[in-house]
């Protein structure tokens, strides 16, 4: 019964349920289990809210809670707890039906500055038994770039991806924009205000894209740090700055 059991770990975009691709919606609709990670006192998972539409009428959703912290003390035990859970949940299935499929929805890619990483090896390491697979989904910075109508990079272009929360300064700044031609910063969050300060002091600010929860209701997207005058920015954004006026 063992080796019966499968889970998928689907990218289901950074917003837009229709950015899903093809494989990830057959994917959620054949599955005999949803799973979704949650953080302790949000509402129900942004990726599953943008899964919903693919679910089937009824079928078994099951969150997986996991504290929104770095403390490594805090997320192993809550890591070894979920992989726990799911497992014996695909079992219990796997017990009636004789094999389960679950499916695990992560926002944008799975393997893109996700929780999935560490689920996957903790699953790896206390069971293994469980075979993974993983269907790529679109990352946020690719949707914003689309968004906005603005290249990311062509040509022999390079770009960097860094978390803002961490290379905020001027100083690492100017050595990104020095050394590539566009440089994508993810977790702008309470950044912002350090991130358009030293952009505006590097001549750049007029030229970076801001893009905050691309793809749904709310989404903002603009094209000018100057333009966003909020000090924070909401968890779900990104800036997007190029060393050329046209990327
Ligand atoms: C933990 S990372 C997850 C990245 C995700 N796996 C992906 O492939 O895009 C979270 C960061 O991704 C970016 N992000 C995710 N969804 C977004 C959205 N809808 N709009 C803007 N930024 C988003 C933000 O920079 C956010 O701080």
Known sequence: MAEKLRLTAVGVGPGDPEWITVKGQRVLAEADVVFAPCSEGAGESLALQIARPWLRPGQRVVTLPL???????????????????????????????????????????????GTFAHLWRVLADRHPEIGVEVVPGVPAFVAAAARAGRPLATSSQRVAIVPAVYEADERSLADLVANFDAVVMLKVGRALARVRAALGRLGLANRALYAARVGLPSERVALGLESVEEDEAPYLSLVIVHREEKP
């Open 67 to 113: 504290p929104m912290t770095r403390d490594r003390a805090r997320l192993e035990p809550a890591w070894q707890a979920a992989a726990d859970a799911l497992v014996a949940t695909l079992g219990a299935v796997a017990a009636e039906r004789g094999g389960a499929h679950g499916a695990y929805v992560v926002l944008g890619d799975p393997l893109f500055y």
